[in-house]
């Protein structure tokens, strides 16, 4: 359905498969203390094959408030109630470095202000803005900017929500959405998981740049048909891109 949630959808195991990953860096690489790390295996059957090089860590922990839905906000705006007028997407509280997403809330300090939602050309329908991102992720090539070399996956795809997963060589994955709003523009959260160390759950610290630079190739194409999708820039999140090294 237009408001279809993959909130109560569950995954079937990930199947490991023989793969690498790229080199990750010195900023990756200081954040590896407390993370296990196993040996390569890739999650996607289209990930890079040097892969297999690459040591392993856990996935992270998939959200569990993915999808479209009126979201609770920290308090209440003047004239506007306790909720987002209407469904969107989760934002990016607490993860200013590793999501990005067309929805935020403006009482609370840990969310990164949201980004526009892209624009398709006038009189394009709400299915066909999503059937147009769509061809696009289906076509998209592992490992291009050095990203999401462990591949990628389809998991739930409606004709206004289409919810994806991309794994990074080194076995972390991000999820990413899209879905229509009711002006007809189309919101957007590529973000990073939560990740288990010593301390317990913690957010990813830096995503290295994987989730601008996804959302950077996929706003181009879209460009090519004419959308209005700007590209993420160090103007847009100077923090986000100085920790990424980007």
């Given at each position: 359905?237009?408001?279809?949630?993959?909130?109560?959808?569950?995954?079937?195991?990930?199947?490991?498969?023989?793969?690498?990953?790229?080199?990750?860096?010195?900023?990756?690489?200081?954040?590896?203390?407390?993370?296990?790390?196993?040996?390569?295996?890739?999650?996607?059957?289209?990930?890079?094959?040097?892969?297999?090089?690459?040591?392993?860590?856990?996935?992270?922990?998939?959200?569990?408030?993915?999808?479209?839905?009126?979201?609770?906000?920290?308090?209440?705006?003047?004239?506007?109630?306790?909720?987002?007028?209407?469904?969107?997407?989760?934002?990016?509280?607490?993860?200013?470095?590793?999501?990005?997403?067309?929805?935020?809330?403006?009482?609370?300090?840990?969310?990164?202000?949201?980004?526009?939602?892209?624009?398709p050309p006038s009189g394009t329908s709400p299915e066909d803005a999503i059937a147009a991102i769509r061809k696009v992720i289906a076509?998209?090539?592992?490992?291009?900017?050095?990203?999401?070399?462990?591949?990628?996956?389809?998991?739930?795809?409606?004709?206004?929500?289409?919810?994806?997963?991309?794994?990074?060589?080194?076995?972390?994955?991000?999820?990413?959405?899209?879905?229509?709003?009711?002006?007809?523009?189309?919101?957007?959260?590529?973000?990073?998981?939560?990740?288990?160390?010593?301390?317990?759950?913690?957010?990813?610290?830096?995503?290295?740049?994987?989730?601008?630079?996804?959302?950077?190739?996929?706003?181009?194409?879209?460009?090519?048909?004419?959308?209005?999708?700007?590209?993420?820039?160090?103007?847009?999140?100077?923090?986000?891109?100085?920790?990424?090294?980007?």
């Open positions: 359905g237009s408001n279809a949630s993959p909130t109560s959808f569950v995954p079937p195991p990930l199947q490991r498969l023989p793969q690498r990953r790229g080199v990750l860096g010195v900023a990756a690489a200081s954040w590896l203390g407390g993370l296990a790390v196993t040996p390569g295996a890739l999650a996607f059957p289209n990930g890079v094959k040097e892969a297999i090089f690459v040591p392993k860590r856990p996935a992270g922990a998939r959200p569990g408030d993915l999808g479209v839905e009126k979201r609770k906000l920290k308090g209440k705006l003047p004239g506007k109630g306790p909720t987002t007028p209407e469904p969107v997407l989760k934002g990016c509280s607490g993860q200013r470095l590793s999501c990005f997403s067309t929805s935020g809330d403006p009482l609370d300090k840990n969310s990164p202000e949201p980004l526009r939602p892209w624009q076509d998209y090539p592992p490992g291009q900017s050095g990203i999401d070399l462990g591949g990628f996956r389809v998991l739930t795809s409606d004709p206004t929500y289409i919810y994806a997963q991309f794994e990074a060589g080194d076995g972390v994955i991000d999820d990413v959405e899209f879905a229509t709003l009711s002006d007809g523009t189309v919101q957007f959260r590529s973000g990073g998981r939560t990740l288990f160390n010593d301390s317990g759950f913690t957010p990813r610290p830096s995503d290295v740049g994987s989730n601008a630079r996804r959302l950077n190739y996929i706003a181009e194409e879209v460009r090519k048909l004419g959308w209005t999708a700007p590209e993420i820039t160090r103007e847009v999140r100077p923090d986000y891109f100085k920790e990424a090294g980007l």
